[in-house]
């Protein structure tokens, strides 16, 4: 039987604009659609547009086109709705903003050349600048609607992003650091990425440098540029920087490009770097787990490891239920582990990147009174922000010798 | 003993039948605790082939049942059955397994009266009571009336049994039977027990005196009747609920 040709995607999604790309196995990395055919540009407009009388709803470039030509209703601020939860009264039937955000993306996934996405995908990892529970809850709400499974759906953020596109790429490009400049009109916002292989696993740092203005005066703008790079990478090189956004311009940047040459041999500028490096996630969640060799300490990267230490046919072992480095929003374990003679669970918290371990006691009161290795409990952890782990725990009992009880215990972990 | 196990294997959903004791096992930790508790309940559905295949197909434990399969032979002997599978799983520690070897080998060369008698107990302890009951009769058919100790505490078996299955009256008549044929200050006080669940108080009275009962043992009695209470009847103005709950776990545990 052939094989049913799935595609990881990476989806940047913004309020104004938005990307995709895909993975291609042959080029083994992250292209980006072309907003329409025979065009270079990837972006196109967060905008979402219904044809009037009919079930009809498009996306992009063609909701821009459709709103001039036709009858119908736009849809502004899409991501805001859905995040909001706010409705809206189309043909007089009312939307909640996580519908809408269903249309616009099955809309815009037809570029896969497929209207059932759901099957199409093996994963899609979303990522956008800002980056948080309700951007989150929304993607999640709106692709279930398209047949997505919770599993299929990744979050990132861009650093993450970023972290993950430029460790797909040789390790001379990393060794020594990463410069980020993100330009955008108004000004340029630096962070340099480092990883400390002192201890292992290795461990990788995002820290941001600064951010200055930048005049639209092309002589003004470019000693701006410099100034400000000199002094972020005090004469420092490093093994790659990259230009994010569209802010700069080689017209306008005579004494900055020197500048940046002097500090690195291997600069690359783009407008994708963030939704390729969303596409290799998902990619590489849809070839395994998504398991890092490294610590990446991001924006919403997990700053602690979360483990129980228990026993495995007679060996000591460590049930890990939250790594460090993990992002948050893809965190979190379901499982089960059978009690020795104990009433309780008792945690690691194992932080990054000093090591230091505390063990956190979560007592199962009321617990069955039951011989040794007669209770299965089933643990669920997840992430409720940043710093703080939910844990749920409930009595499975031991198969007939020992019915389950169903008994349930919460809490909530403070990881750092 | 480690504070939390892994459990690698998983649980299946076409459970294994064990038709003595009337238990499905889901899992491979099922099986093995059942194994290392009641080792007097190890009997044909244990030596049996089709256990064996449901370890491989449910568990992948094909290379741990060829090495178990010798224990299925003619001469096979349990402990080159279950050996393998306690192995591979390292379920216990090389002390506890020792022991547990040391059980299994008693067993093996143990009377028939008591073998059953360890399964009788066994059977008690997992709920069975109808065929501990059973079980605790046919081992008083068997054992000699000269051992006269051995005999009452199969008959105190099948009295608990039968309190269990909530036959008190019956039960309290063994509980005298066992006292009486080898009287001992434990037999003593689980007899006065089941005279003051089974009798109108002045009767009750009346037969501990007869059985010379001292101050000492009534007060134990009266405390063991009020944890009895305190623990299966939260409100006393409504005893009824204890009644029901009497009910309820009595078709469950008898099955009738």
């Known amino acids: 039987m052939n094989k049913v040709r799935t595609y990881a995607v990476g989806f940047e999604l913004n309020s104004d604009t938005s990307q995709i790309s895909i993975y291609s196995e042959k080029e083994k990395d992250a292209i980006p659609l072309p907003s329409k055919t025979g065009s270079t540009e990837g972006r196109f407009p967060t905008a979402l547009f219904k044809r009037a009388g009919s079930d009809e709803w498009f996306a992009g470039i063609e909701a821009g086109y459709y709103e001039h030509v036709e009858k119908g209703t736009s849809v502004r601020h899409l991501l805001t709705k859905a995040e909001s939860g706010s409705t809206q009264l189309i043909d007089g039937k009312r939307y909640t903003g996580q519908e809408l955000l269903a249309e616009y993306f099955r809309a815009a996934l037809r570029m896969l050349g497929t209207e059932d996405a759901a099957s199409a995908v093996s994963r899609i990892c979303v990522t956008g600048r800002t980056v948080h529970e309700a951007f989150a809850d929304a993607v999640h709400q709106a692709l279930s609607l398209l047949g997505f499974k919770p599993e299929q759906i990744l979050i990132a953020a861009y650093d993450e992003c970023f972290y993950r596109y430029v460790y797909a790429q040789k390790p001379e490009l990393w060794t020594r650091g990463s410069l980020l400049l993100e330009v955008t009109e108004d000004d340029v916002t630096a962070s340099r990425m480092t990883e400390y292989r002192v201890r292992k696993p290795a461990y990788v740092k995002m820290e941001e440098l600064g951010q200055a203005a930048l005049p639209r005066d092309a002589s003004d703008r470019d000693r701006a540029f410099s100034e400000a790079v000199r002094e972020w990478t005090g004469g420092k090189s490093f093994s790659s920087i990259f230009l994010s956004g569209r802010g700069f311009g080689r017209e306008w940047a005579k004494e900055s490009l020197p500048i940046l040459m002097k500090s690195s041999s291997k600069i690359f500028a783009g407008d994708n770097l963030y939704l390729k490096g969303a596409c290799l996630i998902a990619e590489k969640f849809a070839e395994g787990n998504g398991a890092d060799e490294r610590i990446f300490d991001g924006s919403e990267s997990l700053k602690a490891s979360l483990s129980i230490d228990a026993s495995d046919k007679g060996k000591p072992a460590v049930l890990t239920l939250l790594k460090a480095g993990e992002n948050r929003f893809l965190a979190g374990t379901e499982c089960e582990l059978i009690l020795g003679d104990v009433s309780f669970l008792l945690f690691v918290l194992t932080s990054y990147p000093d090591g230091k371990r505390r063990t956190v006691r979560m007592d199962l009161d009321g617990l069955p009174n039951r011989p040794p290795r007669a209770t299965r409990i089933g643990l669920s952890v997840k992430m409720t922000d940043r710093t703080h782990a939910a844990i749920h725990a409930t009595d499975l009992g031991f198969g007939d010798l020992y019915p389950a009880s169903m008994k349930e215990w919460h809490s909530v972990l403070e990881l750092v | ?256």
């Open chain 2, 1 to 256: 003993m480690a504070y939390y196990e892994l459990s690698r294997t998983g649980r299946t959903t076409r459970p294994y039948y064990l038709s003595s004791v009337g238990l499905n096992l889901y899992s491979v930790e099922e099986l093995l605790f059942f194994l290392h508790r009641h080792p007097a309940l190890i009997d044909e559905d244990i030596r049996s082939e089709k256990l064996l295949g449901w370890l491989a197909e449910e568990f992948g434990l094909t290379h741990v049942t060829y090495a178990m399969r010798r224990g299925l032979t003619k001469d096979g002997d349990t402990t080159l059955l279950i050996l393998p599978l306690m192995r591979e799983m390292s379920y216990l520690t090389p002390g506890e397994l020792n022991s547990y070897l040391k059980k299994l080998q008693t067993l093996d060369h143990a009377s028939k009266e008591v073998r059953l008698k360890m399964q009788a107990e066994d059977l008690y302890s997992m709920r069975r009571y109808g065929a501990a009951e059973d079980l605790s009769r046919e081992a008083l058919e068997t054992a000699p009336l000269s051992e006269r100790g051995f005999r009452a505490s199969m008959l105190t078996i099948e009295a608990a049994s039968r309190m269990q299955l909530l036959m008190w009256e019956e039960a309290a008549d063994l509980f005298r039977e066992a006292y009486e044929l080898h009287p001992t200050a434990e037999r003593k006080l689980r007899l006065l027990l089941a005279l003051r669940l089974t009798k109108p108080r002045e009767r009750y009275e009346e037969l501990a005196e007869e059985i010379g009962a001292d101050d000492e043992q009534l007060k134990m009695v009266r405390e063991k009747i009020e944890e009895a209470y305190a623990a299966d009847l939260p409100d006393p103005d409504h005893p009824e609920e204890l009644l029901e709950k009497y009910c309820t776990l009595y078709h469950e545990e008898s099955g009738r």
